[in-house]
């Protein structure tokens, strides 16, 4: 049995993303929205645990979850890469697999690859 619009979804991610800052997480959002690399970025305060360079940390930090065209994660991908301050930044895709027919269709609207110039 098949699911209306699970292919359209497979068209869709979500990119999530981390940064130490709250102004760091709004303005990577701003760009990537301005720029119509995303059509929504949503910020969430989140607490993180993780090992870097031997030593476990545990530090708040802002989690942008990016919805956009999979087919513009390397664009997305390269552009955060550009902006971010971290030395690694979490950079990942997550599959959308089933949506809301019209708010994919408003994804697709909202975003198209940065022209060539």
């Known amino acids: 049995m098949r699911t209306a619009g699970l292919e359209t979804a497979a068209e869709y991610c979500?990119?999530?993303v981390t940064t130490a800052t709250e102004a760091e997480a709004l303005s990577l959002a701003?760009?990537?929205?301005?720029?119509?690399?995303?059509?929504?970025v949503q910020i969430l305060p989140i607490q993180s645990i993780?090992?870097?360079?031997?030593a476990v940390h545990r530090d708040p930090e802002w989690q942008l979850l990016i919805k956009t065209p999979i087919a513009l994660f390397e664009p997305v991908r390269d552009r955060l890469l550009a902006l971010h301050s971290y030395e690694v930044p979490e950079i990942i895709a997550l599959p959308i697999i089933a949506g809301s027919p019209a708010y994919l269709n408003w994804i697709k609207e909202q975003t198209h690859k940065p022209s060539r110039g």
């Open 14 to 16: 979500v990119v999530i």
């Open 30 to 40: 701003d760009h990537l929205v301005a720029e119509h690399l995303a059509a929504c």
């Open 50 to 54: 993780y090992r870097w360079q031997g």
